[in-house]
């Protein structure tokens, strides 16, 4: 049977002006077209204008003598080292103060954020004051209040606030006791991390052994002996040589000791309390995330309160917090730099310092980006990492 | 089929309620001494309490001043409200001229009032960006003056809670639509347009607001063609807008990403183009989606403000500073923060509480 199978004619091509793909194309070269006119402006402008204002640019001021003080600092500094140096030591700075932040902010905000959902009205609405007050007030606003209360609130030296024995605040700072040196120190360290090896090690094997035969074994407790009895052993079987480098009153300051300056003290306070406000939320949120059930369901098999929070409940709200944690991690960081406003010395109050001197302006703020940018990508990364080892594995 | 006698007594343990527990002895032992940890921190917790709240309240309430020329009138070891009573209205309005005090006064008014009228959704729309566009331009008139017989008043004078009102406000409203387009941008189907949205958001989502402050001030004049100079108010908020956008771009990718495909391809078989299917169909939902974050980040940026100070502009924390330099008036820091604080808490709190019932309301309606 012959039938005309009329093949239907093609398509004809859409005229380009009409085809999706060759558009998209011109509208990306339109696009980038303009956005590196507007970059080329804008340098050349710069150009012109700070070979208007005789400023060479480039990176060569870095090996000149800063020729400033800086006050607080964890590698050796003085005014004859260069300004590559002074932003090392600022950058360490801000590390030094993020770090610590970020881990007291961890703890006291998890304590705050479980207090929120405690079974005694007294802790929660404690707890919810503190979350409260403190995330609604900007955080340079507490700073300026910590410092002040720091600078102008605490007495002078001599009459200094006696927090704990040997603990002592003034106007000057907090200064607290701290051992002097001893060669027994560094075998308490070696032991200190024996015993870490040691916990670890103990956990694999009780892991082990729990899959195979079901018995358990009070890793916690094995771990912690060890970890803290090891140096313990070490320290007294060498006789106890404990010297404590008291900080005493001389002139009118302290002389002996260690030492924190008001202004790392206000910022570490300020960032720590802060930030613990947020992560209090998150922590609550991440807890409140597992369903009840769950509870249900850990005691109906016989844990007990702590078993089912440490292996039922925690590894599931981890999901939940880890997250939104890195966020509040970074913007710790990034906080770090109001420390400008209050006069500690981190990276952009030193960055601000050497634009200031030599009019490098440029160069200062990509130095300063380039290196928030670079503590950003690693703590994300780093978060990542860790994200990714407690998320939920599906199958 | 041997017969079961159903109403056979089963020995069944009778276990007696337990007494309904009532009252407010029955309260306590719920809510604070219903186990032994909890007695333990109940006591701990009122310990704690019974130390700080009475110094405090003997500090603030029994030996305060409320009235004094200067601050002599406080020595006796309490609070110096008249510090406030006499440095207030410097701290609120700074060093704009003091016979025209009722302008910023009336912009701060327009600000609370603009901020009530958003809660009513049925201004949410268009009407809305009008009524605020209306508000700011309004607030700029008053606040400038040089129209209606008002004097001309330069922007360094611009000091005190309506500049941080007006950083803040006007940074979200400019910045919202730039964030539409970077959201849009980051989304698209187009590499080179995708690659330059993900560039800038994650440069400026990766640095500190201080720097992009920084950059304002002292880099945003050598970007500009040489004579043209640019007011630092601008430039400071110029870098919120740029700001703000990158972190708003990336809650509107959020409302973005939730939307389902369908909506997308339903619009492309209703033969809507890119632009009509963004405008009519993708962008309502996904911005209804994420009005409690909006409003979450608008909180954050009206703290942010505060950070111009550091770039030596007056907002309201840097009148604060500047009264505390008054010799007659030195030391009273805590009054002046504690005064500060507490209008930037009311401001963030209400607004946080409305974000969060509007979470709930938003989250109750999804689970249907």
């Known amino acids: ?395 | 089929m041997a017969d079961v006698d159903v109403t056979q007594e089963l020995p069944i343990p009778v276990e007696r309620p337990l007494p309904v527990a009532a009252g407010p002895l029955a309260w306590l032992r719920a809510n604070l001494f219903n186990s032994i940890p909890n007695t333990i921190l109940t006591i701990a917790a009122l310990y704690l309490l019974a130390v700080i709240i009475p110094p405090v309240v003997r500090w603030a309430v029994v030996d305060a001043v409320w009235h004094g020329e200067t601050g002599r009138a406080c020595r006796g070891g309490g609070a110096c409200w008249a510090f406030v009573a006499e440095k207030g209205r410097f701290i609120l309005f700074g060093r704009y001229p003091y016979a025209e005090h009722w302008r910023p006064l009336f912009t701060v008014v327009i600000f609370i009032a603009m901020i009530l009228a958003s809660r009513d959704r049925r201004l949410w729309g268009r009407r809305l960006a009008i009524l605020w566009l209306a508000g700011l331009a309004a607030v700029g008139a008053l606040m400038r003056g040089g129209v209606l017989g008002m004097t001309y008043v330069e922007t360094s004078l611009w000091n005190g809670l309506p500049l941080t009102l007006i950083l803040a406000a006007i940074g979200v409203v400019f910045a919202f639509p730039l964030a539409i387009l970077l959201a849009l941008g980051r989304r698209s189907r187009l590499p080179a347009v995708r690659a330059i949205c993900v560039g800038y958001i994650e440069l400026v989502r990766g640095v500190p607001l201080i720097t992009v402050l920084f950059m304002a001030s002292v880099m945003l004049p050598l970007f500009l063609p040489t004579g043209v100079t640019i007011d630092k108010l601008l430039r400071a908020q110029v870098a919120f807008i740029l700001f703000a956008a990158a972190y708003l771009a990336e809650i509107v990718r959020g409302g973005l990403q939730a939307i389902p495909r369908g909506q997308y391809e339903a619009a492309e078989a209703l033969g809507l183009g890119y632009w009509r299917r963004t405008r009519l169909i993708v962008l309502p939902q996904a911005l209804a989606m994420v009005i409690p974050p909006l409003v979450n980040s608008f909180i954050g940026g009206f703290k942010n403000t505060s950070l111009v100070i550091i770039i030596g502009l007056f907002d309201f924390l840097g009148t604060a500073n500047a009264a505390l330099t008054d010799v007659n008036w030195q030391g009273f820091y805590i009054e002046a923060y504690v005064f500060t604080a507490a209008i930037y808490w009311t401001f963030c709190f209400f607004m946080s509480r409305y974000s969060q019932m509007l979470e709930r309301e938003f989250n109750r309606g999804r689970r249907r």
Not at chain 1, 320 to 337: A, D, G, H, W
Request: charged share 10%; aromatic share 10%.
């Open chain 1, 1 to 395: 049977m012959a039938t005309d199978t009329a093949i239907p004619p093609r398509p004809a091509r859409p005229p380009p002006w009409h085809d999706a793909r060759i558009r998209g194309i011109v509208y990306q070269i339109l696009f980038v077209a303009v956005v590196v006119a507007f970059v080329a402006f804008l340098v050349h402008n710069t150009l012109v204008n700070l070979r208007r204002q005789n400023i060479a640019s480039g990176f060569g001021f870095l090996d000149r003598e800063a020729a400033f003080g800086i006050g607080e600092s964890l590698i050796a500094y003085s005014p004859a080292d260069t300004y590559a140096r002074a932003f090392l030591v600022g950058l360490l700075n801000t590390l030094y103060v993020s770090a610590l932040g970020i881990v007291l902010a961890t703890v006291l905000g998890t304590v705050m954020g479980i207090a929120r959902l405690s079974s005694n009205w007294l802790i929660r609405k404690l707890a919810q004051v503190y979350v409260e007050t403190f995330r609604n007030i900007p955080l340079l606003l507490q700073l300026f209040f910590w410092w002040a209360l720091l600078r102008e609130g605490a007495p002078a030296p001599r009459q200094a606030w006696e927090l704990l024995p040997g603990v002592l605040v003034s106007n000057r700072g907090f200064v607290y006791p701290v051992p002097t040196a001893d060669p027994v120190h560094h075998w308490m360290l070696l032991a200190f991390a024996l015993g870490i090896a040691g916990a670890i090690g103990v956990s694999r094997w009780s892991k082990r052994r729990q899959a195979l035969t079901g018995a358990q074994f009070p890793t916690g407790w094995v771990g912690a002996a060890l970890i803290l009895g090891l140096p313990l052993l070490v320290f007294i079987a060498a006789g106890m040589p404990l010297q404590l480098d008291w900080p005493e009153l001389k002139g009118f300051n302290f002389v002996g000791g260690g030492a924190v300056s008001p202004e790392f003290a206000a910022l570490l306070i300020g960032l720590t309390i802060y930030t613990g406000s947020f992560v209090a939320e998150i922590v609550r949120a991440g807890i409140l995330a597992v369903s009840w059930g769950q509870s249900e369901a850990a005691s109906a098999l016989g844990l007990k309160p702590g078993q089912c929070m440490r292996l039922i409940v925690l590894p599931q709200a981890l999901r939940v917090i880890v997250p939104p944690m890195t966020s509040e991690y970074l913007s710790l960081t990034k906080n770090s730099s109001l420390a400008v406003a209050i006069g500690y010395p981190d990276l952009v109050s030193i960055a601000g310092t050497t634009m200031n001197q030599t009019g490098q302006a440029v160069e200062g703020i990509a130095m300063i980006m380039a290196v928030y940018l670079a503590i950003s990508l690693l703590i994300s990364l780093f978060m990542n990492l860790y994200n990714r080892a407690v998320a939920l594995v599906e199958r």
